[in-house]
């Protein structure tokens, strides 16, 4: 496999329009979904990136009939699948495969799955969607030796959870799971993310009956059957705070299209600035809290304030991985328990070979990049591929002077 980087000659102030692509929190989790038809859905606005393609492929291994070749339009016929078992490197390496759980669950009573993966940024465990499957009545068993979950269930049926945490991967799972048991399921203490709710409205485009997706409780009509539909996914909140942040710290004027402006108030509430940042803090928390997916890009912005800067992350307990590239950056950051990062503002940073540790740290040392005075080589970019699509090209229509490059077509570094 080639070593691929992003090489970026920072100081240039973006300028034009973007438009963002549809949410990969959401798509990765409709796409799922979709087996719970018993007809073919086809869904629009979905992006193309590394986790996209990869749940095509997973479905496509399942006997699934998947078309992704149009545009932004994918084809899905789940009646040609024949298999219940998740277990490829594919679906260990990606977190949100855990959404097939829920689904086989509701469509078949049964699954086999690889134990997920995806970015470190922490211990992620998914006991909260494991209490939900048992109680709609599914047995679980955890091979933890070859990482393997057995999940089977003669019948579901609905029962009133309340999670002992938020969290938007039980959320959703359990949500599919319930679409097909038997009777009334009442989920407490649910996640509110756009995406739940997005999730939401396509099950019920399906003929699902869930009521109160967006609030703390979820109750969701068990149905027999499902059907196939049509559906567009809302466009990507965290794609759209990325470049947000982007066209601030490089002072730059930037149209975004393809936006839902009240998912973005959080974030536009920190990004007000004259010629430098001003100081903020911040304090990650579920929606509608400032999002910990643009607690690192925001980082980045904050390097360059006239002060010093908190951040408070508050969802996972292993999110400062890129503190240490930005450092190398001439950034001044201090952290405490790994929970409370303090960013003392520089008067610029300067390029350096750096790498991505997560999605989110990438689209970090990206903008770090990009405010930069030099060059600025980031590695390790196959974390970025699988959250943003087109990232290279987005940016340099925006002015950016940013280019994808090889081992083999630069040679030696």
């Known amino acids: 496999m080639q070593k691929q980087w992003y090489s970026i000659s920072g100081g240039n102030r973006l300028e034009g329009t ?11 989790a409709i796409i799922p979904a979709a087996i719970l038809a018993g007809e073919c859905c086809i ?23 998947v078309d992704f070749t149009t545009g932004d339009c994918m084809r899905i016929d789940p009646t040609r699948i024949t298999s219940t078992s998740v277990i490829v490197p594919e679906a260990a390496q990606m977190r949100a495969s855990y959404y097939l759980l829920g689904a086989m669950l509701g469509r ?16 992620r465990p998914i006991d909260q969607h494991i209490k939900g499957m048992r109680a709609l009545g599914a047995e679980i068993d955890i091979d933890e030796e070859r990482n393997i979950l057995h999940a089977r269930a003669k019948k579901l049926v609905g029962t009133e ?15 599919l799971a319930a679409c097909r048991a038997e009777g009334l399921t009442v989920l407490a203490n649910v996640a ?8 939401a409205n396509f099950l019920n485009m399906m003929g699902a009956s869930v009521k109160g997706a967006g609030t703390d409780v979820i109750r ?6 499902l059907h196939g539909c049509g559906y567009a996914v809302i466009p990507d909140q965290i794609e759209t705070g990325t470049y947000m942040i982007a066209a601030a710290a490089t002072q ?21 600035m004259e010629e430098r940042p001003r100081p903020v803090n911040i304090k990650t928390l579920v929606y509608p809290g400032f999002p910990t997916d643009l607690q690192q890009p925001m980082m980045a912005y904050l ?3 006239s002060g010093q800067s908190t951040i408070h992350e508050t969802i996972f307990e292993n999110r400062f991985n890129h503190v240490r590239e930005l450092r190398r950056m001439g950034a001044s950051i201090s952290v405490k328990d790994n929970r409370l990062a303090r960013i003392k503002g520089v008067q610029a940073l300067h390029g350096a070979d750096i790498s991505a540790s997560d999605l989110r740290a990438g689209a970090s040392l990206i903008i770090a990049g990009l405010m930069a005075r030099g060059t600025t080589n980031v590695s390790n970019i196959g974390y970025i591929d699988r959250g943003y699509e087109c990232l290279d090209q987005k940016l340099s229509a925006l002015g950016a002077k940013i280019s994808r490059l090889s081992k083999q077509a630069q040679g030696r570094r």
């Open 18 to 28: 973007v438009t963002i692509s549809g949410a990969k929190n959401a798509a990765v």
């Open 192 to 199: 509110k993310e756009p995406h739940v709710v997005d999730v």
């Open 161 to 175: 959870i309340f999670f002992d945490m938020v969290s938007v991967g039980a959320t959703i799972n359990v949500m």
């Open 108 to 123: 078949y009573g049964e699954c086999d799955l690889a134990l997920p993966g995806g970015c470190v940024i922490g211990a």
């Open 43 to 65: 869904l629009e606005n979905l992006p193309h990136i590394q986790d996209v393609n990869t749940l095509e492929f997973i479905l496509s291994q399942l006997g699934a009939a």
């Open 220 to 225: 969701i009509n068990g149905r027999p059957d």
């Open 252 to 272: 730059g004027d930037v149209i975004i299209k393809n936006v839902i402006p009240t998912h973005m108030e959080a974030v536009s509430a920190k990004l007000m």
């Open 303 to 305: 390097t360059t304030a």
